[in-house]
């Protein structure tokens, strides 16, 4: 059930809706009862198999945290943290070690066919956040019914974003519709929702027809032409924008809907004007997650620069490790801690970096990461950068048609978020938002459905 399916936007969400504002209405003690058992059936829909794996991650990391509560026993906590990483290890890891063991000669290891359950990395990271914070002294206690909501909320549980429990567990006890701005709000999380459609339908999906052809036949290792190779990288770079914040928004939005406020994930990332800037507006719930419970673990910046160094680096590349079993993920995170190196050691320096110079040098360092990020093989990444610097033949046929808006919303265009709040309440905005959305409705039913790509990660 995607959130640009019409299952989803006919089906479940109409229904969820209401049985919220029922409840609401008429049962308030059974709003977030109802909120849960909905996010179940959501998160089942996909994959039932997976509904006990959930409910048991729920209920294990809750009675760890209730026993902590009681014994003070920091064991408790790390021991908690270690099962979480164990069991996404285990689905998510397993094959990729035993293939690297695989290449010792003579050292033969058995791969497990273990499907992996959606939402893993996410909800894994949620526990992790809440049960450290909670030795920190920093998080209360949570019957099991909130820490259920908090873990399992439909609109982030299979791709965030990363949400920390500060940040929501409070809203869980107003009354949404008893706001003065109740209306306000559903307004904006409707226009929220809109716009998310419209960029993944509109903007994203069209670019991945002009990626997928380039990158599968760099896969099966035909030669790529100098054309194909920069559309493919130009459009898988604005895809994987438009997809990614696309689902951010529906999921801002859909949360609105229900009273929840949840935390951005994108400030116009394309926009920045160095690596650093780039980590702080691209996938910003994952960038302080990884800075608050990685980076600063490993040191941070508190301990001179070679362990500044050292934390960069470890942190970026096992924030690509995050985001897939792959050598190549992990050659992406690695190219992005030490171009993060560099810049620090540029800025340490006190070297100047003119602003429009800066964004060039990112820009064009992002796009080329995005290829070894998206090809299935260091051979087939290979092909496409040959393809880039004009060691292949010239071809022909660039597709530009959906590529120049999408290049034009993503650098000039403002964000969802900034646009629908500052956009006035008034009954046009509403009707160009109804238009779009049956726009969107008739090119849903019309074209090929893309999953969202990061429900991979």
Same mark, same amino acid.
């Given at each position: ?194 716009? #998310? @459609? !419209?960029?993944? %339908?509109? /903007?994203?999906?069209?670019? *991945? =027809?002009?990626?997928? $052809? ?122 992005? #801690? @030490? !171009?993060?190196? %560099?810049? /620090?050691?540029?800025?340490? *320096? =006190?070297?100047?970096? $003119? ?103």
């Amino acid at each position: 059930m995607l959130f640009n399916s019409f299952a989803f936007l006919l089906g479940f969400l109409p229904l969820a809706l209401g049985l919220h504002w029922l409840a609401e209405r008429f049962a308030p003690q059974w709003r977030l009862p109802v909120l849960v058992a909905l996010s179940f059936t959501f998160y089942g829909y996909w994959d039932w198999r997976f509904v006990p794996l959930l409910a048991l991650s729920i209920g294990l990391n809750w009675l760890i945290a209730e026993a902590f509560q009681k014994t003070r026993a920091g064991a408790l906590i790390t021991l908690a943290i270690i099962l979480n990483l164990a069991a996404l290890a285990l689905f998510k890891y397993v094959n990729f070690f035993a293939d690297l063991a695989g290449m010792i000669p003579g050292f033969a290891t058995p791969r497990l066919d273990l499907a992996l359950p959606l939402g893993i990395s996410f909800f894994t990271f949620h526990h992790v956040m809440y049960l450290t914070d909670l030795r920190r002294g920093e998080a209360p206690r949570y019957d099991l019914v909130r820490y259920a909501l908090y873990i399992a909320f439909f609109p982030q549980v299979l791709a965030g974003p990363l949400v920390r429990w500060r940040e929501i567990m409070h809203q869980f006890e107003e009354r949404p519709y008893q706001r003065p701005d109740a209306a306000e709000r559903i307004a904006r999380g409707l226009l929220l929702l809109t716009a #998310g @459609l !419209a960029k993944k %339908v509109l /903007l994203g999906d069209p670019l *991945a =027809e002009y990626a997928n $052809p380039v990158f599968a036949a760099a896969a099966v290792g035909k030669v790529v032409s100098m054309a194909e190779a920069w559309q493919g990288m130009l459009a898988f770079t604005f895809q994987i924008y438009f997809d990614f914040s696309g689902y951010t928004d529906m999921a801002l939005g859909l949360a609105l809907l229900f009273g929840i406020v949840l935390p951005q994930n994108f400030e116009a990332p394309y926009r920045s004007t160095s690596i650093q800037d780039f980590w702080r507006r691209w996938h910003m719930t994952l960038s302080r997650f990884l800075r608050d419970y990685l980076y600063i673990w490993l040191g941070g910046s508190r301990h001179g620069l070679p362990t500044q160094v050292w934390a960069l680096f470890a942190t970026m590349a096992l924030g690509g490790l995050w985001h897939g079993a792959g050598l190549t993920y992990v050659a992406w995170g690695v190219a992005h #801690g @030490l !171009a993060l190196i %560099v810049a /620090l050691l540029w800025r340490r *320096a =006190e070297l100047p970096m $003119p602003k429009p110079l800066g964004w060039l040098l990112t820009f064009v360092f992002v796009m080329l990461c995005w290829v070894v990020f998206r090809a299935t093989s260091f051979e087939a990444a290979l092909t496409i950068y040959k393809g880039l610097l004009g060691l292949a033949p010239a071809g022909t046929g660039f597709k530009w048609r959906a590529l120049l808006p999408a290049a034009a919303f993503a650098c000039l265009g403002p964000t969802a978020w900034t646009l629908v709040q500052r956009l006035p309440p008034v009954r046009w905005i509403a009707v160009i938002a109804a238009i779009l959305f049956v726009i969107v409705l008739f090119k849903i039913g019309d074209d090929a459905n893309y999953e969202f790509i990061y429900f991979q990660f």
